[in-house]
């Protein structure tokens, strides 16, 4: 019994962790206007609509088209980390104080997690040499 006390217990703050840390690329939008506008034109901005309405009920499609279900495509924070803690002015001005809140640095990883020759189709991508989402 008191195992299994213990055990929702530790259960019950990760799911709660991991369901409410994305913020969502529109409320970027609010501080990151011009990243927003240039992501729009992307094809990350647009990788659900490659597939097809079949497709779409793939959860194999939606873990590169889709990762985060309640944003649209390759998300800002599929690259940038999840939103909910850095997503302050006073905190994103403070790189480290950002970093430590789950801003990630950007490094060829960030890239082939879903651009790499063995995914489904992938081609390697160096953010060194693409623009994502500035110019
Ligand atoms: C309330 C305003 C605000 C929101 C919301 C916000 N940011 Fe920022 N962001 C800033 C400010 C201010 C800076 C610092 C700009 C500077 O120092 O020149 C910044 C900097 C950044 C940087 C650059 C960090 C670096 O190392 O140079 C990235 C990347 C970034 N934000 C991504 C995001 C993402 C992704 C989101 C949504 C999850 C987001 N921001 C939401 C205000 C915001
Ligand atoms: C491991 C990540 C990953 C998975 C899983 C994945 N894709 Fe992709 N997909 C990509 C990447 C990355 C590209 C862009 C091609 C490139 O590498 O330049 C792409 C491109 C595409 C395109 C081409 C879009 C265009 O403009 O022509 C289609 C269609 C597509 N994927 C469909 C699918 C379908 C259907 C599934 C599920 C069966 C799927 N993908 C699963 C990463 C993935
Ligand atoms: C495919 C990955 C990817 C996506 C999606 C993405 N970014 Fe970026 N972002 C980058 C890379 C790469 C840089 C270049 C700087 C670096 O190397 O850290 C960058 C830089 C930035 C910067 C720093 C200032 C600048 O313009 O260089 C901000 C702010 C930013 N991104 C916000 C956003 C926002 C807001 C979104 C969504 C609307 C977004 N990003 C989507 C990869 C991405
Ligand atoms: C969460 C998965 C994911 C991540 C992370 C990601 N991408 Fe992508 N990327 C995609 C998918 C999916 C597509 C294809 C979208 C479509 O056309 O349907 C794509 C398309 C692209 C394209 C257009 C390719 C073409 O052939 O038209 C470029 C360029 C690109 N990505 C660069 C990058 C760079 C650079 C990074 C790292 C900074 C990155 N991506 C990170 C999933 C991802």
Same mark, same amino acid.
């Given at each position: 019994?008191?195992? *299994? *006390?213990? @055990? @929702?217990?530790?259960? @019950?703050?990760?799911? @709660? #962790? +991991?369901?409410? /840390?994305?913020?969502? $690329?529109? &409320? %970027?939008?609010?501080?990151?206007?011009?990243? #927003?506008?240039?992501?729009?034109?992307?094809?990350?901005? &647009?990788?659900?609509? +490659?597939? /097809?309405?079949?497709?779409?009920?793939?959860?194999?499609? #939606? $873990?590169?088209?889709?990762?985060? +279900? $309640?944003? *649209?495509?390759?998300?800002? =924070?599929?690259?940038?980390?999840? !939103?909910?803690?850095?997503?302050? $002015? #006073? *905190?994103?001005?403070?790189? =480290?104080?950002?970093?430590?809140? !789950?801003?990630?640095?950007?490094?060829? &990883?960030?890239?082939?997690? %879903?651009? &790499?020759?063995?995914?489904?189709? !992938? +081609?390697?991508?160096?953010?060194?040499?693409?623009?994502?989402?500035?110019?």
């Amino acid at each position: 019994m008191k195992l *299994v *006390v213990f @055990i @929702i217990l530790t259960l @019950i703050p990760l799911s @709660i #962790y +991991s369901d409410t /840390t994305h913020f969502g $690329s529109e &409320n %970027c939008a609010q501080c990151h206007q011009k990243q #927003y506008e240039y992501w729009k034109k992307t094809a990350h901005f &647009n990788a659900e609509n +490659s597939l /097809t309405d079949v497709q779409k009920k793939e959860a194999k499609c #939606y $873990s590169c088209h889709k990762p985060d +279900s $309640s944003d *649209v495509g390759v998300s800002c =924070e599929s690259c940038h980390g999840d !939103g909910k803690y850095y997503a302050k $002015s #006073y *905190v994103m001005k403070d790189k =480290e104080l950002a970093k430590k809140l !789950g801003l990630k640095s950007i490094t060829k &990883n960030s890239c082939s997690k %879903c651009h &790499n020759k063995y995914s489904l189709h !992938g +081609s390697e991508k160096d953010p060194k040499k693409e623009s994502v989402c500035t110019k």
